[in-house]
């Protein structure tokens, strides 16, 4: 297997565990266990940032865009609406 078939399989896995809600463990279990993140640790906007850039040189840009939605949307605050409190 060459350096650029393991790299992409890491980024594979990676993405289907963050992306698909693969779990690791069946990967660990029955594919070739490479990641690009820690998966004892929650994912960062960092993995995220290495995934889209993964893609990038593999041209995959599809999967890019989907990494880039998935991380945009995660990052919106929580809008609260103000509520009028009359004290009395």
Request: proline fraction near 3%; hydrophobic fraction near 40%; charge should be negative.
């Amino acid at each position: 297997m060459t350096e650029e078939q393991i790299q992409f399989i890491a980024l594979m896995n990676s993405y289907n565990v963050i992306l698909n809600g693969v779990n690791p463990n069946d990967i660990l279990d029955y594919g070739i266990p490479l990641f690009i993140h820690d998966i004892n640790e929650e994912v960062s906007e960092y993995d995220l940032l290495l995934l889209i850039a993964g893609f990038e040189l593999y041209e995959s840009y599809e999967l890019c865009a989907k990494v880039k939605a998935y991380n945009d949307n995660r990052k919106k605050p929580v809008r609260r609406q103000r509520v009028n409190v009359q004290t009395f």
